[in-house]
């Protein structure tokens, strides 16, 4: 577990801001120092994308508890979905748009439309 790392993560991360690149969706920054420090954000549009790994954030689809420690993995899992729920709450509360993608779901482009649709609904 020691070696799945939080930040700069090849399959998500990187994979994510060489996409942005390539669509030419501009305006982000990573990491921007608000509530729950979101992986991509848009400041002016107010807009916070989360990148959850399916491990660590417990995708309905992929995520499987692990065979060890039983116990600890699903109250782990309770409490990292319950921050996720209260980091997107209190976002909102601020005025952001919260958009959340999982790990798995990076091959199917579908959601950078759906980014750009956000980007875009003020203009």
Partial sequence: ???????????????????????KIIGWRRHYRVIGRPDFCWPKQKLALFLDGCFWHGCPRCYSTPKSNVRFWKTKM???????????????????????????RLANRRFVSRIRDTLTADE
Avoid: P, Y
Avoid at 1 to 23: C, D, H, P, W, Y
Avoid at 82 to 100: C, H, N, S, Y
């Fill in 1 to 23: 577990m020691a070696a799945v790392k939080s930040r700069g993560n090849q399959s998500t991360e990187v994979k994510i801001l060489t996409l942005f690149r390539q669509e």
């Fill in 78 to 104: 309770t409490t990292n979905r319950k921050r996720d729920k209260e980091v997107a709450r209190a976002l909102r509360k601020k005025g952001w748009t919260v958009l959340r993608l999982w790990e798995c």
